[in-house]
């Protein structure tokens, strides 16, 4: 390894890093504009000029462009370099318009800092500076264009990291453009990235506009909700209300980045018509008088009818204390067990993917841009987990070979093999791409490892196309010589055996010696622990055996807890019938849900911007803490009505009675079950002791790079050819088998709430295959009404070539009625599909 110095002190670092990115390891910023440790070196702006002295390269040299080698000396306060620099800052302030009085970037300006320090303070030039147009590019990112520096850095990040091309550089020289050919929203799901990396005021927030300078906000460390990666940010809050948010760097997780939804996804939080008082049959009382009349009205039903006559029904979006202390509470009053998902086969699949994972297979999301070979199966990354788009993204501009076998039209912002079956087919031909990866020799040391059940099941064959069992053994041989191969498999359209498939895969190709491992999606970003705490097949009771408990009137009284099953049950009607029974719901939650304005009892609940400290477990079984951003009450343009708030001194602060909801249920438990004597028992040790999973993880908070809660080793190879057979059902002829799915933007609950993601989204459409149209005689962009159990439904129509058929996709869209389904997935007839 290279040793150099630096300033009079010597660092040795690896082979290959840059001397810009060496100094920073002393604590050395070297001034810089176009440079980023995300982005890597490009040269542009010329201000990271320091003095070589001694060793291989001598003079003043960019330092972002020079390798650190060994016997190296430079200088970065050397008279000369500091002289090159100050003129450099002259050169890209001629045509500022010097507006910073105005500008957003303002009070954290890069430019603002360097000039300052490069000092830089009288402008010589006299001549007339040069001028843009701005254009507007949607409803997240302000453009600015006469601030530009010209530092390259938009472009780079938008075209060759996240892979889009509707941004970029126009003209040259001194007149080079940054932006669209023709105005209009950007199309990249990453365009707010822009913001966090131009170093002056050109693409700034235009969802935090004009709403306080850096130095105004409560700002600190906090976690993204809208999918299970567990995203980390920055969040910033002024007068009760998050007002910005901002990618925070994981170096496991997100890297530097985030998506636009989980960026401007967070106005839920200070919705106007967000639940901030406690109600009892519609009226307001004081929260803890609520919670007294929820234990009471509980306690009479559980006497009167036994202790099933109360459910519990969380979600996979509670902290990790709120699923806990639900956990807890139905178990202490004999209630039946909570749910966390919205049906038995997700579910069943969750819970079969987080038994799968242990500490051998499991990568994170910046181990995949390591990888030389992914597969990502079921899993549609832009619509379901953005920055697993930008990860794969990553994995291919170093050489990967990325292939996605799933029947929806996939997109992806890099080159990748699209291989479109049905879901009732992957299960075979992931087990014929595992025999073309496996050599003779390979499979007969299945034999001999003890998995001779699963080398039956590389016997399958995929009659139907055999062009694409071709291509399938092709993909398999191509995985031969890789060493660092990733499966990525989702858990949304896939049939219940696929995640534990998927597993075996991974497993097997480690026996024969192929490095590889898993990552899995799931639905929500705490149903990790959600699964954890769901325990076994048998302790997790299926959704539509409650709804007929309902309709049969065993079940009596429902906790919903940060849950609106109206969101995601398929049946709008008959959840209304079945709730209609019950004597009692008691809703706590933090959305203004139509459950909400349903339930007896409202018990307001804090977001995780305001709660004590919040504990998240991700997708790959990171468990990830979020401390407190503000301490919550209703953000005073509320309170103001726009205007200055009441010049009135109260001695509380204005809609600041919600409580975590793991604190309202420990509560409500107290209430139910008071026993003075009873040693406390925070919910984290009970929950260890409960549940293995959570033993090696001592106490909260989460160190800072989050804690993995997997086991040393997982469950063997489970599948066999018999099992994967079964799954493979095929499509009746003259039906269409019809899935849910999800979009970048309106599908999302929390991020559904936001008034700006709402301008963002697009119109939600009926994806079916270009050829299953021509079947029915449909066109693309034609209206059609589907007949479903709960009515009709009409949407139109896109026709895709890349997709498989016998499938349609509908958006569990909030624009989209679809909650008329009944049930799904569902097979819809030739006939119940009509124009018009």
């Known amino acids: 390894m290279p040793k150099l110095i630096i300033d009079h002190r010597e660092i040795e670092v690896p082979p290959g890093t840059k001397v810009i990115a060496a100094a920073e390891r002393l604590g050395i910023m070297i001034p810089r504009f176009c440079y980023h440790p995300g982005l890597g070196s490009f040269g542009a702006c010329r201000m990271c000029a320091v003095k070589f002295l001694e060793g291989p390269v001598k003079g003043v040299e960019m330092s972002c462009m020079t390798e650190a080698q060994d016997g190296m000396v430079f200088s970065t306060t050397d008279p000369e370099a500091v002289e090159f620099r100050r003129y450099v800052i002259e050169w890209l302030m001629l045509n500022h318009p010097h507006d910073c009085p105005v500008c957003d970037e303002g009070g954290h300006c ?35 264009m006469n601030r530009c520096i010209h530092c390259w850095r938009c472009r780079n990040f938008y075209q060759g990291f996240a892979g889009y091309r509707d941004y970029g550089a126009m003209q040259i020289g001194n007149r080079t453009y940054f932006g669209k050919y023709q105005e209009g929203p950007l199309e990249s799901p990453f365009s707010g990235n822009l913001v966090d990396l131009c170093p002056t005021g050109v693409l700034t927030d235009k969802v935090a506009r004009f709403k306080g300078r850096r130095w105004d906000f409560e700002r600190g460390p906090s976690l993204c909700l809208h999918c299970s990666l567990g995203c980390n940010i920055t ?56 919670v007294q009349a929820a234990a009471a009205r509980l306690g009479r039903i559980s006497r009167e009818a036994g202790p099933d006559a109360v459910a ?29 998902f919205n049906d038995a086969s997700q579910d069943r699949k969750v819970r079969n993917a987080v038994s799968r994972l242990d500490v051998r297979l499991a990568v994170s999301l910046r181990e995949i841009e390591e990888a030389d070979f992914i597969l990502a199966v079921g899993a549609d990354p832009v619509n379901e987990a953005p920055m697993l788009a930008l990860a794969l993204r990553q994995a291919q501009r170093r050489g990967a070979q990325v292939a996605v076998l ?52 590389l016997k399958c064959s995929y009659d139907q196309d055999p062009g694409l069992q071709d291509r399938l053994l092709a993909l398999g041989r191509s995985l031969q010589p890789s060493q660092r191969a990733v499966i990525v498999c989702g858990t949304e359209i896939v049939r219940d055996s696929t995640p534990d498939l998927a597993a075996d895969f991974v497993l097997l190709l480690n026996t024969a010696g192929i490095r590889t491992g898993l990552f899995y999606l799931l639905p929500g970003s705490n149903a990790f622990g959600a699964a954890l705490l769901s325990g076994t097949a048998e302790d997790a009771p299926p959704l539509h055996p409650l709804i007929e408990a309902m309709e049969r009137g065993e079940v009596k009284a429902l906790i919903l807890v940060e849950n609106d099953p109206f969101w995601h049950f398929p049946d709008k009607d008959r959840l209304k019938r079945a709730l209609d029974r019950l004597e009692l719901v008691v809703a706590l939650d933090y959305l203004p849900s139509p459950v909400m304005a349903r339930a007896q009892v409202v018990l307001p609940t804090t977001t995780l911007f305001e709660g004590q400290g919040s504990a998240f477990v991700n997708q790959e079984g990171r468990l990830q803490w979020a ?32 409580r975590p909801g793991g604190e309202i249920l420990r509560d409500l438990g107290a209430a139910l079950t008071p026993d003075p004597g009873a040693p406390a028992v925070d919910w984290w040790t009970w929950l260890a002791q409960e549940n293995p999973g959570f033993s090696n993880a001592s106490a909260l908070p989460a160190p800072p790079g989050g ?35 999800d979009r970048t933007f309106g599908t999302e609950e929390l991020a559904s709430y936001s008034p700006h993601i709402q301008k963002a989204e697009q119109a939600p459409r009926l994806l079916l295959s270009a050829q299953d149209a021509a079947q029915l005689g449909l066109a693309p962009g034609e209206q059609v009404t589907l007949r479903l159990p709960g009515g009709p439904l009409t949407i139109e129509i896109e026709a895709a070539v890349n997709m498989a058929s016998g499938v349609m996709f509908l958006p569990r869209h909030r624009q989209l009625a679809w909650q008329k389904l009944g049930g799904w997935p569902m097979l819809i007839a030739y006939n119940a599909i009509e124009k018009g």
């Open 406 to 457: 799933d029947p929806r039209p996939v997109f992806l912002p890099l080159e990748f093999q699209h291989l479109p079956v049905p879901p009732g087919s992957i299960n075979r031909c992931l087990c014929i791409l595992l025999k073309g990866a496996l050599s003779s020799r390979a499979a007969q040391g299945l034999l001999e490892a003890g998995a001779a059940h699963f080398y039956d099941a």
């Open 110 to 144: 890069l430019l603002q800092e360097e000039t300052i320090s490069g000092g830089h303070g009288l402008r010589r030039y006299e001549g007339k500076k040069r001028t843009f147009h701005d254009q507007d590019l949607g409803v997240f990112i302000q453009h600015e």
């Open 627 to 658: 401390p407190r951003l503000h301490h919550g009450g209703a953000p005073l343009a509320q309170v103001g009505g726009g205007s200055h708030p009441p010049r009135v001194f109260l001695d509380y602060v204005p809609g600041s009675e919600p």
């Open 312 to 340: 519990c029904w969380g979600s996979s979006r509670s902290s990790l204390e709120t699923q806990a202390e639900l956990r807890r509470l139905s178990r202490g009053q004999g209630w039946r067990a909570p749910l966390f």
């Open 235 to 290: 969040s910033g809050a002024r007068y009760r209300e998050v007002l910005r948010q901002e990618g925070r760097f994981h170096e496991k997780v997100n890297g530097y980045f985030i998506c636009d939804r989980g960026r401007f996804g967070f106005r839920y939080e200070s919705h106007p018509q967000r639940p901030r008082r406690a109600k009892v049959d519609g009226r307001e009382v004081s929260l803890p008088e609520a």
């Open 707 to 741: 804690l993995r809660l997997l086991p040393e080793a997982g469950k063997p190879p489970v599948l066999s050819l018999e099992e994967v057979n079964r799954n493979a059902d095929r499509v009746p002829e003259g039906h269409l088998e019809l899935f849910l799915v």
